[in-house]
């Protein structure tokens, strides 16, 4: 059994062949986005797991610019892990971690047209992917131009969930709900399910970090 291949299934479940590495992939992302809804320090190693795997499913399925995001998530998985396990003073909240916080309205609309401009950027290179790589990338990428917007959007705002920026959730809700029509448009059965959970959890989230926010003010 190839446990990191798709054609390796686990189950199957209302006809649908649900391999290990598409269920793991999926449990541990699930569990480390709930985990920072919670604002819970655990969600940074839950998320290195979640995209090893990832990557290994992207690449099967021609998501190519998702599998590329999962390089940068791995890195930002151990810098976020960091950061938040190591405020600056002043920064700290009753668990001696970072603070959640807001950020200045027109650097959040810079990172938001920002990511528009990337998104046309990198769509376009990845659709060229299979022309210019072929040995490696023999089949031409599926849906370049949504995939690379989960791609640059998902950078974004990991940079803001690091900082513990509120913004970073409505950024999320944003992806989630565009990459739920893009794993159900490919296929990708579970991954879709994931993500309207994940949509879920970052409305959940959204509020709970407000909610957290708001509870300095009634301790200071």
């Avoid at 190839?2 to 541990?28: H, N, R």
């Avoid at 985990?35 to 979640?50: D, E, F, R």
């Amino acid at each position: 059994m190839d446990f990191f291949s798709t054609k390796s299934i686990f189950f199957t479940i209302l006809g649908y062949p649900m391999s290990y590495l598409e269920f793991f992939a999926v449990i541990t992302g699930v569990l480390s986005v709930i985990l920072s809804a919670k604002a819970n320090i655990w969600s940074w190693p839950a998320g290195i797991v979640n995209v090893f795997l990832s990557a290994f499913f992207y690449y099967q399925i021609q998501l190519y610019p998702d599998m590329f995001l999962m390089s940068f998530f791995f890195i930002t998985n151990i810098l976020g892990w960091w950061r938040w396990a190591n405020p600056k003073a002043g920064e700290e909240d009753k668990n001696k971690e970072l603070k959640v916080s807001f950020m200045p309205r027109k650097q959040f609309l810079t990172f938001l047209v920002g990511g528009i401009v990337g998104t046309i950027c990198i769509g376009t290179l990845a659709g060229q992917l299979h022309h210019w790589f072929p040995l490696l990338f023999n089949l031409p990428s599926a849906y370049p131009f949504v995939d690379s917007f989960i791609l640059v959007m998902s950078v974004i705002t990991t940079f803001l969930m690091i900082q513990k920026r509120i913004e970073c959730w409505i950024i999320w809700l944003m992806i989630d709900v565009v990459a739920t029509y893009l794993y159900f448009l490919k296929g990708a059965m579970f991954f879709g399910v994931e993500y309207i959970i994940f949509t879920i959890i970052a409305a959940f989230a959204l509020w709970n970090w407000i909610k957290e926010y708001k509870s300095y003010r009634k301790d200071a």
